[in-house]
């Protein structure tokens, strides 16, 4: 009986798997389909024709054409490919460099107004980014860094959210640890150095791979300050697709996911501890 | 999954990524089109017409011969140069001398053949004029005969007459006191007289419907009219009948006024077209005048005399109380008429205008030697007054004039040509009992028989404008054939066919139609005519039969028997009268045929112009013996074409084609439709011929399409002697140069859409996500001129800052993404 239980369990649980999962499969199926047949499937939704969207997991006609298409015949998108991936390496860098030291001060030092200070960076954080754009887009403007990389990269980089996960991690380091290394005569660059960053790399990573994904799939932002078509991350290119080119769409959506999976894949473990040290308790 | 081979996996993707990103912007690179561009310049068009053509000769010498000769030898080849007098070629002089041979014996032929022609001819005339004669001698004969007869009848009926008297003198008849029997007989006599009126009326009418049928027959038939052989009978008769004079006596068909009333008888002729009219103005004649104005071919044979006797053609008054002959002839196409302006005739006047061909026989005055009769006569040339010799006064000839020279005026007027007038007859107040007829050509104007009832008041009949009796002017205005055949004259008409039968039968039934009425009328007369007499007679016969019974038995038989013998004198007397117009008519009908002239005759002309034509082809046979059958060159030229071979026969066609050296040779090229645009008559320009010719500012001649081929246009340049030999090709070249264009860019610029816009490609820079880059912009403009490298633009789309594309290496359309090359 405990048995028919966990089988039925675990067929609910693959049925929502694949359920989740269905989109992915959508993405990869219309690669391989021709033209004429996503016109005729996306036709009712797209396009304007009568009838119902429909979808086969198989394609009808397998064909590399849109790949191909992509690889070959889309500069285009390459540009944008590498804009992104400037875009976020840069925020990612940024972030290392202003967050962690930022987050170590608040979790480790004791100073007047930091509760404060705490708390504005948890309500900025919870601020959605249609309320910060006038005043950054003002900022940039005043700054002349609109239509540039820089009016997209800076903003991220100082990002409260990485600072509250890794403040976090910082704020979970034993106490005594670092009484022991102050013992030994370590200084405070010494004890950040040498037993923060290394017991806190689960949380930088986390909040790295968080932040990847972030900036990866960003669209306000470039929309807002970027003019410059030669500026614009891969984000943009899918919205500039159209019915007439779903194939390309498809295999464009499909190259945009690897870069996020392989980052997903190589910072798994840090990822989940990272998530779940966000949802600790102080 | 280990880190390691994570590690490898997101290497190699980002490696496979760099690698399409090289790859794809390769392959983007290798579609974009490389083009050169350039900006407008200032400059003009120049349009140069370029044409290949031909040095010919100005004027082409044709060397003919005398055809069939055998040619013997050709000295000259085609191409070849010669002078003038150097020996072309030579034909055999066997055959030569054989052919002159033929030919003169073939004129001899010709020579006797005309001789015939000439001889057949001349006998015809002779017989013509031979059967014409007699015609009228017949004719002549007749009448005399009736006339003699009639005289006769009338002198038996006055001694009747007188014996009757006599015997009732001798009887002791009281004679008729009362004078009834007087009446009675005066009635008798007037009857006798209108039934003989009649009768003849009849008979001219039945002869003229013949005549208007044979008329209109013809015309039908060969679409002439004989107008030269109508005849017109003109009978013009006094108020007083002829029969009723005292002299008595016959006087003819036509009676005029015997007791010097004053007939005045204008006859003449207008033939051809017959358009015109006798105008005459008569003033304010007197009564009791006859006008009498008959066309062409008229029997006016107006008779009357005073003193008894038929009196001969126009004869006049012997007494010389004064004749005014007026005679005039209106020839050809008849324009004109005699104009008689006779002022103010005094009364009892004749005046007669005849035209030509008229029997204007017996213009006769009266007798009387009233000092105020007067006869005037118009006679025309061509007449024939001969017809009937008088006693009294003799044959009288054309225009005879009163002898003793009283004072006859004679008016003799000719007028010829293209007629357009009419006749304009000026009567002034003529008085009643005039009667007037202005006939046109081929009238019968026959009988005018006013003051016992005929035609009372004036009478005038002009048949040229179309009151006429139909079928007697075809010339006329409103004669029967016009409207039968739609023309207004009586010459033939262009497109004549004969006619079929039917149609003639309808022609012919026709006239007859016309005249039925008028026949039926005469018919009428005479019936009546002939009752009124009969019951005169009647009546007298009762009368004296009456009376006969209160004289004595015997004296009444005698008396019967002289009143029996009167009445057969009386009906002898009008049977001899009718007899007399019978002989008349049908004899004036034998001279008429006579005078139908025979078909033309032009067979000995022909044969002269035959002769004369060999006579030419001879002498130029011989001028070729003479040349001992050589041809030479008439003129310095060259040989351009040779048609004949040795030992063949010459044709009649050119034998030898020469251009004449001497008229100068012209350059000819053919040129297009656009290019003759550019070129005109008086342009100057090169020809260069295939060697080191060259020969500049040459006007051009002319520009002309080619007749046989269209689009193509043929200049044609004088060209200098010794420059070019007469064959040579050469080149000519002319540059024509527009006005300064600030907007002229290379012919290769300009683009045409489906709709015929001519446009432009620029470059202009563009925003993309490749970042900028170049593609091509299309600006539509107008082109105001161009050649075959630039076009000239309407300035305002296109400034001379402006890049325009020239050329690309691959098709480049609006928007194009383009990389101008570098170095343009």
Known sequence: MEKILKISVYLMLTAMALAICFPVLFAVSGVFMEQWELERYLGPVLGGADGMAAWPLLPHAPTLASLVELLIDSPQFFVMFWNSMKISLCILIGQTAFGVPAAWGLARFAFPGKQVILLLYIVLMLMPFQVLMLPEYLMLDRLRLLDSHAAVILPAV?????????YRFFGSIPEEILEAARIDGAGSLQIFFRIGIPLGAAGIVSSGILGFLESWNMIEQPMTFLKTKALWPLSLFLPEIGLKEAGLGFAAALLMLIPALLVFLSGQEYLEQGIAAAALKE | MKKGRRMRITAAFFAAMVCFTVLSRAADQAGIAVVQTERPQNRMIEHTVRAAGRVVQNQEL???????QRVQA???????????????????????????????????????????????????AQQKASAQAQASEQYSLATRQAGVQVKRAKEKLAQAKKALKKFRKASGTPEDSNG??????????????????????????????????????????????????????????????????GGGGYSGTETTAP??????????????????????????????????????????????????????????????????????????AGSDMPSADLGRTSPDMDVILPGNETYSDTMSGDGGGLPSDMDMILSGDETYPDTIPDDGGGYSGTETTAPDGTGDNMLSSDSSGAGSDMPSVDLGSLSPDMDMILPGSETYSDT????????????????????????????????????????????????????????????EQSVRNSYSQELKK?????????????????????????????????????????????????????????????????????????????????????????????????????????AGGKVYAAADGLITKINIMTGEKTTDTTAILMA??????????????????????????????????????????????????????????????????????????????????????????????????TYVLVPEVYESIMGTGSRARRVDVTVLEQNESYAALAEGVIDSRQEVIIGADRAVDDRSRIRVADGT
């Open chain 2, 74 to 124: 050709i000295y000259v080849n085609e191409g070849d140069r010669v002078a003038k007098g150097d020996l072309l070629f030579e034909v055999d002089m066997t055959l030569l001398q054989e052919k002159i041979l033929y030919q003169q014996q073939e004129m001899e032929k010709q020579s006797l053949q005309v001789t015939d022609a000439k001889s057949r001819k001349e006998v015809s």
């Open chain 1, 158 to 166: 100082f990002s409260t959210f990485p600072v509250f996960i890794m």
């Open chain 2, 448 to 507: 005018m028989s006013d003051g016992e009832g005929g035609y009372p008041g004036t009478e005038i009949t002009a048949p040229g404008s179309g009151e006429a009796y139909p079928g007697s002017s075809p010339g006329g205005a409103g004669g029967y054939y016009t409207d039968l055949y739609g023309g207004s004259s009586g010459v033939p008409s262009a497109g004549f066919t004969q006619p079929t039968e039917q149609e003639l039968e309808r022609v």
């Open chain 2, 180 to 245: 009834v029997e007087e009446a009675l007989s005066l009635a008798l006599q007037e009857k006798t007289d209108a039934y003989i009126a009649a009768v003849q009326e009849l008979d001219t009418l039945k002869w003229r419907i013949e005549n208007a049928v044979n008329t209109a027959l013809n015309q039908a038939r060969y679409g002439v009219s004989l107008t030269a052989n109508q005849t017109v009978f003109t009978q013009a008769a006094g108020d007083d009948e002829a029969v009723s004079d």
């Open chain 2, 62 to 68: 044709a060397v003919t011969t005398e055809p069939d």
């Open chain 2, 660 to 757: 004449d050296l001497a008229k100068g040779c012209r350059f000819t090229a053919e040129i297009t439709k656009e290019q003759e645009q550019y070129i005109g008559a008086g342009d100057a320009v090169t020809l260069s011929g295939s060697g080191k010719e060259r020969l500049e500012e040459l006007p051009v001649e002319s520009v002309a399409e080619d007749e046989a081929q269209e689009g193509v246009y043929r200049v044609s340049v004088r060209v200098p002697d010794g420059v070019f030999e007469i064959g040579a090709s050469a080149t000519l070249d002319f540059c024509r140069k527009s006005e300064q264009y600030t907007v002229t860019v290379p012919l290769s610029a300009l683009h045409l859409d489906e709709k015929k816009q």
């Open chain 2, 522 to 626: 005469a018919q009428k007369k005479v019936k009546k005519a002939q009752e009124a007499q009969a019951a005169a007679e009647a009546a007298l016969m009762q009368y004296r039969q009456e009376r006969l019974k209160t004289s004595g038995s015997e004296r009444a038989a005698t008396e019967m028997q002289l009143i029996a013998n009167l009445e057969a004198a009386r009906q002898a007397y009008e049977d001899a009268a009718i007899a007399a117009n019978a002989a008349a008519v049908t004899s004036g009908r034998a001279v008429q045929i006579a005078g139908i002239p025979d078909a033309s005759d032009s067979s000995d002309r022909t044969n002269e112009i035959t002769y004369e034509q060999m006579e030419l082809s001879l002498q130029k046979l011989e001028n070729l013996r003479e």
């Open chain 2, 259 to 332: 007791d010097g009333t004053g007939d005045n008888v204008l006859s003449s002729d207008s033939s051809g077209a017959g358009s015109d009219m006798p105008s005459a103005d008569l003033g304010s004649p007197s009564p009791d005048m006859d006008i009498i104005l008959p066309g062409n071919e008229t029997y006016s044979d107006t008779t009357s005399d005073g003193g008894g006797g038929y009196s001969g053609a126009e004869t006049t008054a012997p007494d010389g109380t004064g004749d005014n002959m007026l005679s005039s002839d209106s020839s050809g």
